[in-house]
């Protein structure tokens, strides 16, 4: 079946560091793949996706580009902020209307 | 204008008894599902509707039981309420049966006592 592993957090990064959030996957034939984003007290929301394979997915300063050959959908940002606190999680979509979640990753940005 | 919305927003029970969570969506989606979100994050699918047929029910006991009664609607009974059910729950909705991105609702935190 399909699987997605995310790097475990907490990971806690001082205002403006570089973010890098792995991300990577089992599937077969050709998924979709998303991130998103829960901030506290809120449900998942679309961060970012890519449909195929070297697709970049970007938003609001995050990046991800969709890599077939590593499997690989890793979450990137050049400068964090305060307001980018959030759980993140990577998800494959492989059809069927059935999403499989990574386990996400808190991300806590210090001032 | 709430795309996917979801009632109550708390629910605090105790053990044994049964209750409901609503939820609706205003965007025309075909395909609706329920979510559980424990307390370390971890977010597992309960059970999918796509124009209000069953498609998805992941290994949930039959304790829960889903009810569509048209496309715009999926309600979760739970009977018998257990320690174990207290979580945050989330009903989300997507487009057709491509590989859409889903909207979640702001989610209903369950305690059972």
């Known amino acids: 079946g399909n699987s997605v592993t995310q790097m475990e957090g907490p990971v806690t990064l001082s205002e403006e560091a570089f973010l890098t959030i792995n991300c990577t996957y089992t599937a077969t034939g050709y998924p979709s793949l998303f991130w998103y984003v829960q901030y506290p007290g809120e449900g998942l929301q679309l961060l970012l996706k890519?449909?195929?394979?070297?697709d970049k997915g970007s938003n609001k300063g995050f990046e991800a580009t969709y890599r077939k050959e590593t499997t690989s959908f890793h979450l990137e940002k050049g400068s964090v902020q305060v307001s980018d606190s959030a759980v993140y999680f990577c998800a494959l979509d492989g059809g069927y209307q059935k999403v499989t979640f990574g386990t996400g990753t808190k991300l806590q940005v210090i001032p | 204008d709430t795309a996917v919305s979801q009632t109550p927003k708390y629910l605090v029970t105790q053990m044994g008894n049964d209750k409901s969570i609503k939820c609706e969506q205003n965007?025309?989606?075909?395909?609706m599902y329920w979510y559980k979100q424990d307390s370390k994050k971890f977010l597992k699918i309960m059970f999918s509707y796509n124009n209000k047929e069953l498609i998805i029910n992941e290994t949930v006991p039959n304790r829960f039981s889903p009810k569509s009664p048209d496309k715009a609607h999926l309600n979760l009974h739970i009977n018998s309420l257990e320690l174990g059910d207290s979580a945050v729950y989330f009903c989300?909705?997507?487009?057709?049966?491509?590989?859409?991105?889903?909207?979640f609702g702001p989610g209903t935190r369950l305690t059972v006592l």
């Open positions: 965007l025309g989606h075909d395909t």
């Open positions: 890519a449909t195929k394979a070297d």
């Open positions: 989300a909705s997507s487009q057709g049966t491509g590989k859409n991105e889903q909207f």
